[in-house]
């Protein structure tokens, strides 16, 4: 699904930034550029982020994302 339209940023993206090691928010604005127009993504981003950190070390974040 997409999470940022403004940058066309889906929750697979964001799995896979994680999975290369992102860890904040501000990394995923820096790899991604989510959240960084109209800022309205910023929330939903961030419990991406979260979600995918809590099962990234069992390998279910990209299963999740597929
Ligand atoms: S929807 Fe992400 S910056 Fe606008």
Do not use: K
């Not at 290369?20 to 960084?36: F, I, K």
Request: glycine share 10%; proline share 0%.
């Amino acid at each position: 699904m997409y999470v940022c339209i403004c940058n066309s940023v889906t929750d697979r993206d964001i799995a896979e930034a994680v999975g290369s090691g992102a860890r904040t928010l501000a990394q995923l604005e820096e790899s991604l550029g989510v959240g960084t127009r109209c800022g309205r993504c910023r929330d939903t981003a961030s419990d991406c982020l979260h979600r995918f950190q809590s099962t990234t070390a069992t390998g279910l974040a990209f299963q999740a994302a597929s």
